[in-house]
Every structure is written in structure tokens, then in C-alpha cells.
């Protein structure tokens, strides 16, 4: 089992935005057992999407959906007006 971190850094003021925003499009998508996360502590205006997948091949099957997904296309448009700079972790459960 692996869990996927999308973490993005949000431009002052756009925080929760970003967050309703990315909150929606994984509904929209059907990401299973995601949640989306903000900061309380450390680096401010940070969004995370983590999600939990099977294996590699599980990830690269949703990245290819993610692409054709005209729904989550459609709730995603504009984010990337939302943020500064991001980074994509992926860690395996022990």
C-alpha cells in the first residue's frame, strides 16, 4: 500500500481556495480514501491531497484517468492560478 502527498504552497490569501477546490475535483474523480490537508504548523499556505493506492501501477492507472476524466478536468481548471510551487511525495505503508 502506498500513499501519494500532493502538496502545494498557495499564494497568500488563496489557501482555502485551493483547498475547496482540489476537495471537489477528488470527489469529482472518485479518489478513494483521500482527504485534503492544511497547515497548522510549519510552512503557511500549504494544501496537501493525500490518497492511498494499492502499488506504482495503481498511481500510473489514476494519473492516465486523471487525464481523460472530463469531470475532474472541469473542477480542476484554474488551479493552477491558486499556488507557487508544489512537490509529490510517495511513501509505501510499513
Same mark, same amino acid.
Given at each position: 500500500?502506498?500513499?501519494v502527498?500532493?502538496?502545494?504552497t498557495?499564494?497568500?490569501?488563496?489557501?482555502?481556495?485551493l483547498a475547496a477546490q482540489i476537495k471537489e475535483a477528488a470527489a469529482a474523480a472518485k479518489i478513494s480514501r483521500h482527504?485534503?490537508?492544511?497547515?497548522? !504548523?510549519? %510552512?503557511f499556505n500549504r494544501v496537501i491531497l493525500e490518497f492511498?493506492?494499492?502499488n506504482v501501477a495503481g498511481f500510473e492507472a489514476q494519473l492516465k484517468d486523471y487525464?481523460?476524466?472530463?469531470?475532474?478536468r472541469d473542477?480542476?481548471?484554474?488551479y493552477t492560478d491558486?499556488?507557487?510551487?508544489? !512537490?509529490? %511525495?510517495?511513501?509505501?505503508?510499513?
Open positions: 500500500m502506498l500513499v502527498r500532493n502538496c502545494f498557495a499564494k497568500p490569501g488563496s489557501a482555502s481556495k482527504r485534503v490537508l492544511t497547515d497548522l !504548523t510549519g %510552512e492511498e493506492v494499492e487525464g481523460t476524466n472530463a469531470a475532474f473542477k480542476m481548471k484554474g491558486l499556488y507557487v510551487t508544489g !512537490t509529490r %511525495e510517495i511513501l509505501q505503508i510499513a
